[in-house]
């Protein structure tokens, strides 16, 4: 293989500079590990990397590294992300100075992203690394910002080339009124980088090595080029607010897409994590929340309220309001809620009807199966056209282990009925109202545990009469 056709396959790389405390959120965690739409902060960055196809990726960690290397094995698996760490943060120069060593010996682009700055598109990291490789020089991003305070103003010459940029604590007052400024990313040549992260000083305000320095000196040799990005597309996260002004950013970005061809209630008042799927004519009420690996089907309607964690719903199912769900099935056609509770493991048939109150876990129901109302059922098979009465509960944990409770085809559970697992009831067997069953019921059989009813007649008047008694003897 000849070398172009090497360095055409492989000679993008990323550095992603991620060392930082994130004083700003007064957290106990890491600023990386903060979620927006369920995802880590830092993962945004490796996301775009990944679809960029740079290889190696490389994080510069310091703060909480452990943790966020776990969370980085854990979201993109391991090995796809190298880490170094940066133990003290001498600056954003020098943390793109310990990021290179992995890279020793190989030659190309090398893209640098912060771990906090999670909105720039594929399109705009594409054009940066364009530019670098056009011109074989240093490209940066820059934006116009009404407010420039606290970024590294650009500076630029009489020909509107960059010629360096300025940190707003070493800035002139003059400096400071440009509204031009770094945005911190940057494409440029490994040879480069290495060379001129190499002769950093930390000769300035903050007695830091500024990554920014390298502006300067790019443009007296290799030059520097600009790509321009939006306020909003280069925003870092530095507090809590800028955190989920982010998220309401990239909900409104995901909703806006879904809702070509599915209708949402309340755009604004709903959140929806990327990795959520919604067909073709799905209704979606206000205040629903859709997470993780959730898929909506063709038709299903969510109603206002309901929050949905790695469910799929299926075509034409309905979640009424309230109704709070994980890790569950729920089939074509099914009707759930509202306030109704499916836990991990719950499958339900096609046209299966979960009511008010009912709370289900690692349980299945079989098509057309009901428990509409106050229910309980845990670790329980339910085969089709089943009826569980309200107020049946499963009793499948004995303080030292679950277990199931298999109740066939066509049985009737009356209500109000305990089912001590491990325990059977047969095809088509009818559960008379308030039974304990703690025994298997044979198909097609009667179970009742009733005490026989006694009455007594003209009891009422008996009693009324004692009380009648009673008082006139006092007076
Ligand atoms: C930097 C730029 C500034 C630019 C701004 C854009 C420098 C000197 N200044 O500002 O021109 O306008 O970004 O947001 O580069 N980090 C490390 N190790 C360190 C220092 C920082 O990993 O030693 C990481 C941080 O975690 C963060 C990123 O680098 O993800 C940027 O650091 P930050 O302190 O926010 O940048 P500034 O110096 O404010
Ligand atoms: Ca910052």
Redesign the pocket.
């Known amino acids: 293989m000849s070398r172009g056709q090497m360095k055409a396959k492989n000679d993008l790389a990323c550095l992603?500079?991620?060392?930082?405390?994130?004083t700003r959120m007064y957290s106990a965690r890491a600023?990386?590990l903060h979620p927006i739409l369920g995802v880590p902060l830092v993962s945004y960055p490796v996301e775009r990397a990944l679809e960029l196809r740079a290889s190696p990726i490389v994080a510069?960690?310091?703060?909480q590294r452990a943790e966020v290397e776990e969370a980085l094995v854990a979201r993109h698996g391991q090995g796809t992300v190298t880490v170094v760490e940066?133990t003290?943060?001498?600056?954003?120069?020098?943390?793109v100075r310990l990021g290179l060593a992995p890279l020793r010996g190989w030659e190309g682009t090398v893209l640098i992203l912060?771990?906090?700055?999670p909105l720039l598109s594929r399109e705009t990291l594409t054009a940066l690394v364009k530019k670098s490789r056009k011109g074989g020089s240093l490209a940066i991003l820059t934006a116009e910002l009404s407010d420039p305070h606290?970024?590294?103003?650009v500076i630029r010459d009489g020909q509107g080339r960059a010629v360096g940029?300025v940190?707003?604590k070493d800035a002139s007052d003059e400096q400071r009124r440009i509204r031009e400024?770094?945005?911190?990313?940057y494409a440029a040549p490994a040879a480069f980088l290495r060379q001129a992260t190499g002769r950093l000083s930390p000769r300035?305000a903050?007695g830091?090595?500024?990554?920014?320095?390298i502006i300067a000196k790019a443009a007296t040799g290799i030059g520097v080029a600009s790509v321009s990005v939006s306020a909003e597309e280069?925003a870092?996260i530095?507090d809590r607010q800028q955190l989920i002004a982010v998220e309401k950013i990239l909900c409104r970005r995901i909703v806006g897409g879904w809702m070509k061809h599915a209708t949402f209630r309340d755009p604004e008042a709903v959140l929806v994590e990327a990795s959520v799927t919604i067909d073709a004519d799905a209704e979606i009420g206000r205040n629903v929340v859709l997470r993780g690996r959730t898929k909506i089907g063709v038709g299903a309607r969510i109603d206002d309220g309901c929050i949905v964690n790695d469910t799929e719903v299926g075509a034409g199912a309905v979640l009424l309001p309230y109704t709070v769900t994980s890790q569950s099935i729920v089939g074509p056609g099914a009707k759930v809620g509202p306030f109704a509770h499916l836990r991990p493991g719950t499958e339900l048939g096609p046209d299966v009807h979960v009511g008010n109150y009912v709370e289900t876990k690692k349980t299945r129901l079989g098509r057309g199966s009901k428990a509409n109302h106050l229910t309980y059922l845990g670790d329980t098979i339910v085969g089709e056209g089943v009826n569980v009465g309200a107020g049946t509960i499963t009793c499948n944990y004995n303080g030292y282990e679950k277990r199931q409770t298999i109740i066939e085809d066509g049985a009737f559970i009356g209500s109000d009925t305990q089912l001590v697992a491990p325990v059977r009831v047969g095809k088509r067997a009818v559960v008379a109202a308030g039974a304990t069953i703690t025994e298997d019921i044979r198909d097609g059989a009667l179970a009742i545990t009733r005490v026989p009813l006694k009455q007594v007649d003209g009891y009422a008047d008996k009693v009324a009469q004692r009380y009648a008694e009673k008082a006139a003897a006092k007076r």
């Open positions: 992603i500079l991620a060392a930082g405390k994130g600023k990386m510069v960690l310091g703060h940066q003290e943060q001498k600056g954003t120069g020098h943390a912060y771990g906090d700055v606290g970024y590294g103003r940029v940190e707003e400024v770094n945005a911190g990313i300035n903050q830091e090595l500024y990554l920014t320095d280069m870092g530095n």
